[in-house]
């Protein structure tokens, strides 16, 4: 089978778990975009392959990172892995060497293994060095967010209990209510709806998610100060 020209030709099969149709379509995308940087390099440059390799991995890492499923694990692993088997599919780099794909990573992540083993070793792990520390900057990042108290005045000047209140009420639910639709401990709740804690990054997005959901629109909970 010919696969050079088209590098987005393993997106379906990739068995990355919780990747959604919608995330498919975004990684085809963004490696036909690389493609193209690809196709309009000097052929007769012998790295031209390294920039369509470093966007193809800032990309499909971006999606990934959106949808909640980027991991330190999958920047070293599946996703320099991926991002290999695109580029032969594509023609970036030189022909496969094996005649076929097996299993590098349990969980069905499939590769030419001498292609594989070659990068994995050899001066090629460099080229997307840089870009994978740049992403697991933003993981730590967002998860130092994530762990963050936020403030309790509001921009409108609302505090954040003052506006959680509000919502519960025009839901009319109860604080127990409250916590099991957003599977969090009734203390907890009852603290944020008093105002004696603030709620951290991730149980505002929570509160944020139940009420747009039941109120049929969406709902941000301000905490500008």
Not at 6 to 28: C, F, N, Q, T
Not at 29 to 36: I, Q, W
Not at 133 to 157: F, H, Q, T, V, Y
Request: net charge negative; with cysteine.
């Amino acid at each position: 089978m010919n696969l050079e020209g088209e590098p987005d030709y393993w997106v379906d099969e990739w068995p990355l778990p919780g990747l959604s149709a919608s995330d498919r379509a975004k990684i085809k995308a963004a490696l036909l975009r690389a493609h193209a940087t690809f196709l309009r390099g000097d052929f007769n440059d012998p790295n031209r392959f390294a920039q369509p390799l470093r966007d193809a991995f800032d990309a499909v890492a971006k999606v990934l990172f959106e949808a909640k499923l980027l991991s330190n694990e999958i920047l070293e692993r599946h996703l320099r892995l991926f991002i290999l088997e695109a580029a032969i599919a594509g023609g970036w780099i030189g022909p496969p060497t094996d005649k076929s794909r097996t299993e590098i990573f349990s969980g069905g992540y499939l590769g030419y293994e001498s292609n594989w083993r070659e990068f994995r070793d050899g001066w090629w792990h460099h080229l997307l060095a840089a870009n994978t520390a740049e992403w697991k900057g933003r993981l730590l990042e967002a998860e130092a967010n994530d762990n963050e108290p936020i403030k309790s005045a509001s921009r409108a000047g609302q505090s954040v209990a003052s506006q959680l209140t509000l919502l519960k009420e025009e839901c009319h639910l109860t604080a127990e209510e409250l916590a099991e639709l957003t599977e969090m401990d009734v203390r907890s709740v009852q603290r944020h709806l008093a105002g004696d804690t603030g709620p951290r990054g991730r149980h505002l997005r929570k509160y944020e998610k139940v009420f747009s959901k039941l109120l049929n629109r969406h709902v941000v909970i301000s905490t500008m100060p």
